[in-house]
């Protein structure tokens, strides 16, 4: 294993020693490669290919037809069948193929959304709500791209809200099929990906509907395989749509509308694993509740949030590896007129704006990997229990939008690090963002996603009360009164300030501690909870208009709540990841970022700690003088702790990240030494008297 000193052939920052903690990058870069490291190599040598590279100002047409040509490429190659049945050409190895996919948005974001429109929604609606018969008929073809297809769920006047969708799949036993129809435009399949050029079958989401007349039922959403075209691309009669047109990215995609006028297809052509018609039109399900259908039916489509949050992480580490490069190369500005300039990461802004955010892209990194092993371990069958579905369901949600919203902060920060040469499409960033701009509202708006988890929350935190006896909800009550007496009154903060006896450097030990920054983002995770549960409680026994006007005016303390359950999931993911860091300077350098990435989280939300008394004013004070700290002594290790993420000229195809910065400033210290003598002197500067 090779040793990188500080910096990797960098000098060491101000202040800090050569002779300091030295990271393993190669140790660190196949620690970071997680459970498939050898699935993410091999994607990462695809992404490398220039057959696969996006090709900046391509218009619109052309980019379209380039990607779909890629994906035949893909195919070649054998990079995109991993979680197909092992029987059909395909590993059965889930996880495996999510960890290759979402190392395609570094060749280009459209590749990588067609890929998963594909076989990552399109194909595994029909693997996984489908059966044997359909994975036969159906899943040869759509591997092989012979079927390419779209995943017709959102509608144009529902949007998020699933349930409510008015596309309607009506059984007629006398003919043995479903007649598809959409009643009115609002409720048109929308941005749809294959859908306005390239698709020739669609899996349909659509209320299903048994009987006639009076005696019609609705058995609520189901999915349903649908032809939309015919071999030359003309609609099949009774379908129309329209196409999205120019986007603000993604332009790669045919992103179209669909609406289905009376169309007739085979009662086969349900997906029947949850729920299925007998000719006779009788329907039947495994599972007898229709809300709990509904969420399994979905939930087995969860990957494409697993799957976002991936590809959301490896843009954030792109980004960084391009913007601490280039920091560490640029120079700007002297302290005086004689100094060579600094370098952009020597100021103690551009400290902040990067590294704050290399240590969350590191805890995003690994809350990624236990995300992807939990999907694993669900899909795989190894542990598929209707609990861990749950479980699954609600950390994929809770850290979709973190880590989507991380990536889009980190690609603007980025930007703006590097100045006029980040905004040049050869650097890529400007155009990354605008891709990713829209992983925040698909697969699931970030919002709605963390409602979801809120509700998860109150729902834990009320099966915790739900059998207890008086005695036990006498003393919990007891309890929450003595809480807010120890922390509103500021008892808490007096003995704070007693213990540290008004000592930064005690305040700072607090600070630093792992168990004090545990107690702090648990204690404010739980205090939120419980202040919600108390809002709420009472809210189930209204009517349901008026509920759900209480419930809306705690909507944005349950997005709060949730928000910071899902940072404290990836602290304890950071935190536990570093129990598998052996070499002893890698795991000190790790340790200060895991530090950082907490305590900016405390410093983020220190007005929240000081009101609800869980800080006093002397460990408040020190929290940002301590984050400086931690910045400071994490300067010399930035270019390492970007170079472990391992990617490559092949995958980044940024100029200011292949080292010509740092020639073009050797040049220019060159050119200011051979000229100090004979340079002119400056107008403010009196001329020695000849």
Excluded at 583 to 592: I, Q, W
Aim: glycine fraction near 10%; aromatic fraction near 6%; include cysteine.
């Amino acid at each position: 294993m090779t040793q990188h000193t500080a910096l990797s052939a960098q000098p060491a920052g101000p202040g800090e020693s050569a002779a300091g903690p030295r990271i393993d990058v190669e140790a660190l870069g196949s620690y970071l490669l997680g459970r498939w490291a050898g699935v993410r190599r091999a994607a990462r040598d695809l992404t490398a290919d220039p057959d696969l590279h996006r090709i900046d100002g391509l218009p619109m047409a052309e980019h379209r037809r380039r990607v779909t040509a890629q994906l035949q490429l893909l195919v070649e190659r054998g990079s995109v069948h991993r979680a197909f049945p092992s029987r059909l050409g395909g590993a059965d190895d889930p996880g495996g193929n999510i960890a290759g996919f979402e190392e395609l948005v570094l060749a280009d974001p459209s590749l990588q959304i067609k890929a998963g429109v594909q076989w990552g929604l399109f194909g595994s609606a029909i693997l996984h709500l489908g059966t044997a018969a359909h994975h036969d008929r159906w899943l040869p073809d759509v591997m092989s791209l012979r079927l390419p297809g779209a995943f017709a769920m959102t509608e144009t006047g529902h949007g998020s809200d699933v349930s409510a969708i008015a596309t309607t799949a009506t059984f007629d036993p006398a003919t043995d099929e479903f007649v598809l129809h959409t009643p009115f435009r609002a409720a048109w399949k929308d941005y749809l990906g294959n859908a306005a050029r390239d698709g020739k079958a669609a899996v349909v989401f659509a209320q299903l509907i048994t009987g006639g007349g009076p005696r019609a039922v609705r058995h609520g959403v189901h999915a349903f395989v649908v032809p939309i075209r015919d071999d030359g691309g003309a609609f099949l009669p009774g379908v129309g749509g329209d196409d999205d047109g120019l986007k603000g990215g993604l332009n790669g995609i045919d992103n179209g509308r669909l609406h289905f006028d009376h169309v007739r297809i085979p009662r086969t052509n349900l997906l029947n694993r949850y729920g299925d018609v007998a000719p006779d039109g009788t329907y039947s399900s495994p599972i007898a509740s229709p809300g709990r259908r509904f969420f399994t039916m979905l939930g087995t489509l969860v990957q494409g949030r697993v799957s976002l949050d991936g590809a959301a992480v490896a843009a954030s580490k792109a980004a960084l590896a391009i913007a601490v490069r280039y920091a560490n190369e640029r120079r700007q500005f002297r302290a005086t007129p004689d100094a060579e300039e600094q370098k952009l990461l020597d100021y103690q802004l551009h400290q902040r704006r990067l590294l704050t955010r290399l240590a969350t892209t590191y805890a995003a990194s690994f809350a990624h990997e236990e995300l992807l092993a939990g999907f694993h371990e669900v899909f795989s069958g190894a542990r598929d229990t209707d609990a861990d579905r749950q479980d699954l369901e609600t950390l994929a949600a809770a850290l979709k939008p973190l880590s989507t919203w991380h990536a889009l902060e980190t690609l603007q920060e980025c930007r703006e690090a590097c100045g006029g040469a980040g905004f040049l499409a050869e650097n890529r960033l400007a155009l990354l963002r605008a891709d990713l701009d829209v992983y925040a509202t698909f697969e699931g708006d970030n919002n709605v996603l963390l409602q979801l988890v809120a509700k998860r929350l109150l729902s834990d935190y009320a099966a915790e009360f739900r059998k207890a006896d008086f005695g036990v909800l006498a003393r919990w009550v007891a309890a929450q009164a003595a809480d807010a007496t120890w922390h509103r009154t500021g008892l808490r903060q007096m003995v704070q300030t007693v213990a540290d006896s008004g000592s930064e450097k005690k305040a700072a030990n607090y600070l630093k501690d792992e168990a004090s920054q545990r107690a702090l983002l648990t204690d404010r995770v739980g205090a939120m909870v419980a202040a919600l549960a108390g809002s709420l409680r009472g809210a189930a026994k209204l009517p349901p208009a008026e509920a759900a006007k209480v419930f809306n005016r705690h909507q944005h303390q349950l997005i709060e709540a949730a928000r910071a359950h899902a940072e404290l999931l990836q602290w304890e993911a950071f935190s536990r990841a570093l129990a598998g860091i052996k070499e002893p300077g890698t795991l000190a350098v790790l340790t200060r970022l895991r530090d950082l990435f907490g305590l900016g989280l405390v410093e983020k939300n220190l007005g929240w700690y000081l009101m609800n008394g869980r800080l006093s004013a002397q460990r408040a004070r020190t929290v940002g003088p301590y984050v400086n700290r931690l910045l400071h002594r994490l300067r010399p290790h930035a270019q390492d702790l970007v170079d472990a993420f391992g990617y490559g000229p092949g995958q980044l195809r940024a100029a200011i990240a292949t080292g010509a910065e740092g020639l073009r400033q050797q040049e220019a210290i060159a050119y200011a030494r051979r000229a100090r003598g004979s340079a002119p002197v400056p107008e403010q500067q009196p001329q020695a008297h000849v």
